[in-house]
């Protein structure tokens, strides 16, 4: 596609269970990042994605949380064991090689609510 | 992490030119600025990006202060459609800090018909 592609769109769950949230990059973008966004707050960082090395996980809130990435490309972030506090829009998005001057492209967000 | 501070809110009326502040004194030699902003209920999209020099793209100007703690996200004529939360990120360019997005508050920019 022609952006950054997020599913679900929406997400509702039971307090407790899991779920997984798929990002699709645009293609040939080498970095990915995953934010949340609770209502009326501003972007959380989570993890970020660049080519082959080492994940940067700084950002996830708990050991609940974890992210993948496949193939260089589709990124999977999934939460365990769904709290309500868990409840945000989670954003993805991707850029070119990373030199600090490239542009980033957002999807629209995965709204999960965790009842 | 954020590493800048911007405003919560400003206002303009629409057809005026806005100016939103940024200031970064921590700034590294490296570090690129950016700004994004957040239209309601989307993600946030890029406007424009500097390292030294102003910078003009169709949606934007970019001031930036010779000694690069500073910097000034220009409208030159405001829409109703730029209405949105407004972010200035440094962007790293080497080492640790390669490519980190580190989105702070933000300003709320409401523009009045």
């Known amino acids: 596609g022609a952006g950054v592609s997020q599913s679900p769109s929406n997400k509702v769950t039971e307090k407790g269970k899991d779920v997984e949230l798929r990002c699709d990059p645009i293609?040939?973008?080498?970095?990915l990042y995953w934010y949340r966004q609770s209502l009326g707050q501003g972007l959380e960082f989570l993890i970020y994605f660049q080519g082959n090395s080492a994940p940067d996980k700084s950002g996830l809130p708990s050991d609940r949380f974890s992210a993948e990435r496949t193939g260089g490309s589709v990124s999977t972030l999934t939460i365990q064991r769904t709290q309500q506090e868990d409840s945000a829009v989670y954003l993805c998005?991707?850029?070119?090689?990373?030199?600090?001057?490239?542009?980033?492209?957002f999807g629209q967000g995965t709204r999960l609510t965790v009842v | 992490d954020a590493k800048t501070t911007q405003p919560n809110s400003m206002e303009s009326n629409e057809e005026e030119p806005v100016h939103l502040p940024c200031n970064h004194s921590?700034?590294?030699?490296?570090?690129?600025i950016h700004w994004y902003r957040q239209l309601p209920s989307q993600g946030p999209e890029y406007v424009i990006h500097g390292l030294t020099s102003n910078v003009n793209n169709r949606m934007a100007s970019l001031a930036i202060a010779e000694d690069r703690k500073s910097s000034t996200l220009i409208l030159h004529r405001a829409t109703l459609r730029d209405a949105a939360v407004y972010y200035c990120i440094l962007r790293g360019h080497r080492g640790s800090t390669l490519g980190r997005l580190y989105f702070g508050r933000g300003t709320q920019l409401t523009v009045w018909p």
């Open positions: 921590t700034i590294s030699g490296t570090d690129y």
């Open positions: 998005a991707s850029s070119t090689p990373d030199r600090g001057n490239t542009e980033a492209f």
């Open positions: 293609s040939g973008h080498t970095a």
